[in-house]
């Protein structure tokens, strides 16, 4: 049974960064490939980017595209989504989930305010 | 084009059956998953592959296709499934339908 665990919430200033961590449990980083979703305050899902294992590298919504960066650490079986230039409008819930879905992490609230 | 389109909401009884529709192009060529929220939680895979069923998922959860639509269809809804429910696809990219708020009252 996979198993993925969030850092806690963040509140962060407009243009800051924010790095959000995701440890697995139950199985290596290795063996599953990660992405990210964030959920806006009343709003639905979005994907943000994850590993691709069929062309082996890491893949980000356009909409993303030069702000985000997942990156792995497999020595801890940790996977990371940091996203910079915050602006308000990145206020979410932010979670890790497997490549398929079948699980998710507990979700980490990110807030940007001045 | 990778949009998935859904209504907004969705309205039944309790008994009565409740089916929400998710339209897209890339339907007709790639699988759809659905998931359930819950206020506060995590989403929840109810559906895979257009009509699988994961393990502990309930038999009232069924879903079809056809062409570039696929159907969640709840039968018997009971007032715990009340929640929002967003179909997924994975295309070149990834795309989450808008969510359809099912109201079992």
């Known amino acids: 049974q996979v198993q993925l665990v969030q850092s806690g919430a963040e509140v962060k200033k407009p243009g800051a960064s924010v790095k959000v961590s995701c440890k697995v449990s139950?199985?290596?980083?290795?063996?599953?490939?990660m992405h990210w979703v964030r959920q806006a305050p009343g709003k639905g899902l979005e994907w943000m980017g994850g590993f691709d294992p069929e062309d082996g590298e890491t893949i980000y919504a356009q909409k993303f595209q030069g702000r985000v960066t997942m990156t792995e650490d497999t020595s801890t079986d940790t996977a990371y989504m940091e996203l910079s230039s915050l602006r308000s409008e990145d206020t979410a819930v932010y979670y890790c989930a497997t490549d398929t879905f079948d699980y998710w992490g507990q979700g980490t609230l990110v807030t940007v305010s001045s | 084009s990778y949009e998935l389109t859904q209504p907004s909401s969705v309205s039944v009884s309790p008994g009565q059956t409740a089916r929400i529709t998710c339209s897209g192009d890339?339907?007709?060529?790639?699988?759809a998953r659905w998931f359930q929220q819950k206020p506060g939680q995590a989403p929840v895979l109810v559906i895979y592959k257009d009509s699988e069923r994961p393990s502990g998922i309930p038999e009232r959860f069924s879903g079809s296709s056809s062409g570039t639509t696929v159907t969640l269809t709840i039968s018997g809804a009971q007032v715990e499934d009340e929640a929002d429910y967003y179909c997924?696809?994975?295309?070149?990219?990834?795309?989450f339908g808008g969510g359809t708020k099912l109201t079992v009252l």
């Open positions: 890339v339907l007709a060529k790639k699988y």
């Open positions: 139950g199985y290596t980083l290795t063996e599953l490939s």
């Open positions: 997924y696809s994975a295309a070149d990219n990834r795309v």
